[in-house]
């Protein structure tokens, strides 16, 4: 603590009640519970909302939930759905973006080790050239991936919504500049007078000096490739493949204006929210989203 | 992309130290074995398709042979009448001009609520601030389709608990602020986690200084934290508009609910009917191809004012 901040302490107690100290600072408290409840309300409405029956949906107050086993009942149409194809396309997302996200941390993190500890033939040139990729907008380029890969007949499998995601710039940029700050030239010049190859450098020091930065990737492409839309959305015209995103998305096209089907698209909804929220928010402490404004702290 | 690099240092307006001397020489093919996955995957997944559209959108199909014009088209030079047709047809502008009224309403939005929420988690003596920043948080996990359908209920007169059967979320001018929350909604949590770090990141002695010369806490946020974000807020802007231009997948969800939304609502909405719906993929890789260019040229630019601004705000 600084003088500064004991002289604060001080003043404060001499002046005024020791409780003065603690009192809550209302405006910003107001700010940030209004803020949350504008983030949380239509997730807790459709929590509310799949306890109900369709009917219950349009009869009942909003906020009330219903309890006629509208849960159980809402919950065994959607998985029962179509052959119990839902349940296929939450197996589609976790095969997409857990094999994907991996992968591409994999490449993403060697690539990034490569061009922040070695200096080789042309390594400042590729590295231009990944910074400049990263302003290219990864989206837009999902109708010229759709429409070459279309030409080769490579279109509607899970590589081709795969493959396309393997390469992140912006994950090559991100452990490239870890590597970079995490990595000591000191430790791997020890390592390296103690016999060891410089594969050996990479996969005992390397990657695990590096593993805040490719927890962080993984888990940012994760969430990039489970949310993805418009590329599943080009690439494949078979159901049995689609992930989550695009499976919901036929849903609301086919039950379309009809308010009959509604409950079904909301357990939908929820099934497809609360695994991943629970799993993301318990990871949190793992993120190190201080990485993707470029703040390294070793 | 310098604004990334120097974020958090620049501040001192010095330039960035570089923490090793970026590895030296070694005779080892290593490196190169390392980075050559991702040098064939950008090759193959980028680079590739970008030149593929860029060839499509030069050529158009011509039938030609039989006598009555009935032997098989074929790929012919078409100079630049793709881009010509794309910038002649009124709905590429229209298209462009509701994107661009979505991008007014939504990054201003964006950009003010994620940094107000910052400064509010970072103020003394706020409250229930862990489980404030979580639930702001929140949305991020969600889809940007799911996100669509959970306010697309919210929306509808049906369903709505935010007074649906009043307001006519899905009206002509309703519906871009209908889209702009979705999309808002989504982000603001990670925006807000990119500048709280900013801010805490700042040396303390400055705002103790500054206390002790008698600020208020609404001084020290607005006239001392907030120009020492300045970087952070720019990469969030960038960020946002970029976010803007590849606006997809809310009006694409919202769509069925919405009459307001047509088939070339957003120019990406636009790019694909025409591709896959009307499979005019040449005029698809046009339209592609000058959205990306747009895209690039307006995160340059970007950049470039908010560094300019920085060195205004340095100075």
């Given at each position: 603590m600084?003088?500064?901040s004991?002289?604060r302490v001080?003043s404060?107690?001499a002046?005024?009640?020791?409780?003065r100290?603690?009192?809550?600072?209302l405006?910003?408290?107001?700010?940030?519970?209004?803020?949350?409840?504008?983030c949380?309300?239509?997730?807790?409405?459709?929590?509310?909302a799949?306890?109900k029956t369709?009917?219950?949906?349009?009869?009942?107050?909003?906020?009330?939930?219903?309890?006629?086993g509208?849960f159980?009942?809402?919950?065994?149409?959607?998985f029962?759905?179509?052959?119990?194809i839902f349940?296929?396309?939450?197996l589609n997302?976790?095969?997409y973006?857990v094999?994907?996200?991996?992968?591409s941390?994999?490449i993403?993190?060697?690539?990034g080790?490569?061009?922040?500890k070695?200096?080789?033939?042309?390594?400042?040139w590729?590295?231009r050239?990944i910074?400049?990729?990263?302003?290219l907008?990864?989206?837009?380029?999902?109708?010229?991936?759709?429409l070459m890969?279309?030409k080769?007949?490579?279109?509607?499998n899970?590589?081709?919504?795969?493959l396309?995601q393997?390469?992140?710039?912006?994950?090559?940029?991100?452990?490239?500049?870890y590597?970079?700050a995490?990595?000591p030239?000191?430790?791997?010049?020890a390592a390296?007078i103690?016999?060891?190859?410089?594969w050996?450098?990479?996969?005992?020091?390397?990657?695990?000096?590096?593993?805040?930065?490719?927890?962080?990737?993984?888990?940012?492409q994760f969430?990039?490739?489970w949310n993805?839309f418009?590329?599943p959305?080009?690439?494949?015209?078979?159901?049995q493949?689609?992930?989550?995103?695009?499976?919901?998305?036929g849903?609301?096209i086919?039950?379309?204006?009809q308010?009959?089907?509604?409950?079904?698209v909301?357990?939908?909804v929820?099934?497809?929210?609360?695994p991943?929220?629970?799993?993301f928010?318990?990871?949190?402490?793992y993120w190190?989203?201080?990485?993707?404004?470029g703040?390294?702290?070793v | 992309?310098t604004?990334?690099?120097?974020?958090?240092?620049t501040?001192?307006?010095?330039?960035?130290?570089v923490g090793?001397?970026?590895?030296r020489?070694?005779r080892t093919?290593?490196?190169?074995i390392?980075?050559?996955p991702?040098?064939?995957?950008?090759?193959a997944?980028?680079?590739g398709?970008a030149?593929?559209?860029v060839?499509l959108?030069?050529?158009?199909?011509?039938?030609?042979g039989?006598?009555?014009?009935?032997?098989?088209?074929?790929?012919?030079?078409?100079?630049?009448?793709?881009?010509?047709?794309?910038?002649a047809d009124?709905?590429?502008w229209?298209?462009?001009?509701?994107?661009?009224?979505?991008?007014?309403?939504?990054?201003p939005?964006?950009?003010v609520?994620?940094?107000?929420?910052a400064l509010?988690?970072?103020?003394?003596r706020?409250?229930l601030?862990?489980?404030?920043?979580l639930?702001?948080?929140l949305?991020?996990?969600?889809?940007g389709?799911?996100?669509?359908l959970?306010?697309?209920f919210?929306?509808l007169?049906?369903?709505?608990?935010i007074?649906?059967?009043?307001?006519?979320?899905?009206?002509?001018?309703?519906?871009?602020f209908?889209?702009?929350?979705?999309?808002?909604?989504?982000?603001?949590?990670?925006?807000?986690?990119?500048?709280?770090?900013?801010?805490r990141?700042?040396p303390?002695?400055?705002?103790?200084a500054?206390?002790?010369?008698?600020?208020s806490?609404?001084?020290i946020?607005?006239?001392?934290?907030?120009?020492?974000i300045t970087?952070?807020?720019?990469?969030?802007?960038?960020?946002?508009?970029?976010?803007?231009l590849?606006?997809?997948?809310?009006?694409?969800?919202?769509?069925?609910?919405?009459?307001a939304?047509?088939?070339?609502?957003?120019?990406?909405m636009?790019?694909?009917?025409?591709?896959?719906?009307?499979?005019?993929?040449?005029?698809?890789?046009?339209?592609?191809?000058?959205?990306?260019?747009?895209?690039?040229g307006?995160?340059?630019?970007?950049?470039?004012i908010g560094r300019?601004?920085?060195?205004?705000?340095?100075k």
């Amino acid at each position: 603590m600084s003088v500064a901040s004991v002289l604060r302490v001080r003043s404060q107690s001499a002046n005024s009640t020791p409780a003065r100290g603690r009192r809550t600072n209302l405006v910003p408290t107001i700010i940030l519970i209004v803020g949350a409840l504008y983030c949380v309300l239509p997730v807790i409405w459709i929590v509310i909302a799949s306890t109900k029956t369709n009917d219950e949906l349009f009869s009942t107050p909003t906020f009330l939930p219903g309890f006629h086993g509208g849960f159980v009942s809402n919950l065994e149409a959607l998985f029962s759905y179509n052959n119990g194809i839902f349940g296929r396309w939450v197996l589609n997302s976790v095969i997409y973006a857990v094999g994907g996200g991996l992968l591409s941390t994999v490449i993403a993190g060697a690539a990034g080790y490569a061009l922040g500890k070695y200096r080789f033939t042309g390594s400042v040139w590729i590295f231009r050239t990944i910074v400049a990729a990263v302003l290219l907008p990864q989206i837009m380029l999902a109708i010229p991936q759709f429409l070459m890969l279309a030409k080769l007949g490579m279109t509607n499998n899970y590589a081709a919504v795969i493959l396309p995601q393997l390469v992140s710039p912006f994950a090559i940029y991100l452990c490239k500049i870890y590597a970079q700050a995490a990595v000591p030239d000191e430790l791997m010049e020890a390592a390296r007078i103690d016999g060891s190859s410089e594969w050996r450098i990479f996969w005992s020091v390397g990657s695990r000096l590096m593993m805040p930065a490719l927890v962080t990737v993984f888990l940012l492409q994760f969430i990039g490739i489970w949310n993805n839309f418009l590329l599943p959305f080009v690439m494949l015209n078979n159901d049995q493949l689609y992930p989550l995103t695009l499976g919901l998305y036929g849903l609301m096209i086919i039950t379309g204006g009809q308010a009959a089907q509604y409950s079904i698209v909301i357990a939908g909804v929820l099934v497809s929210i609360v695994p991943l929220a629970i799993l993301f928010l318990s990871l949190q402490r793992y993120w190190k989203i201080d990485l993707v404004s470029g703040g390294v702290k070793v | 992309m310098t604004t990334l690099t120097s974020a958090p240092r620049t501040r001192a307006g010095r330039a960035p130290t570089v923490g090793s001397r970026g590895g030296r020489r070694h005779r080892t093919v290593l490196p190169i074995i390392l980075v050559l996955p991702a040098i064939i995957l950008l090759l193959a997944f980028t680079v590739g398709p970008a030149i593929y559209a860029v060839i499509l959108s030069f050529l158009h199909l011509k039938i030609s042979g039989g006598l009555l014009g009935t032997g098989t088209p074929h790929e012919v030079w078409a100079g630049f009448s793709n881009y010509i047709d794309t910038l002649a047809d009124s709905e590429f502008w229209l298209s462009l001009g509701r994107m661009l009224i979505i991008a007014a309403i939504g990054v201003p939005a964006t950009i003010v609520l994620s940094t107000l929420f910052a400064l509010c988690l970072d103020a003394k003596r706020a409250r229930l601030v862990g489980i404030a920043r979580l639930a702001i948080f929140l949305p991020y996990a969600v889809p940007g389709v799911v996100a669509s359908l959970l306010w697309g209920f919210m929306y509808l007169p049906a369903t709505s608990p935010i007074a649906g059967n009043v307001i006519d979320y899905f009206g002509s001018s309703g519906i871009f602020f209908s889209v702009a929350n979705v999309a808002v909604w989504g982000v603001v949590g990670f925006n807000m986690v990119i500048l709280y770090t900013a801010v805490r990141s700042l040396p303390p002695d400055v705002f103790e200084a500054a206390e002790i010369d008698g600020a208020s806490e609404l001084q020290i946020a607005l006239r001392i934290k907030l120009p020492l974000i300045t970087p952070a807020i720019t990469m969030v802007t960038l960020f946002s508009v970029i976010g803007a231009l590849q606006l997809f997948n809310e009006p694409t969800t919202l769509k069925p609910l919405a009459n307001a939304i047509t088939s070339t609502w957003v120019p990406l909405m636009r790019v694909y009917a025409q591709a896959n719906v009307n499979n005019d993929i040449y005029g698809g890789a046009a339209s592609s191809f000058i959205l990306i260019i747009m895209t690039v040229g307006l995160a340059v630019l970007v950049n470039v004012i908010g560094r300019r601004a920085f060195q205004r705000g340095a100075k």
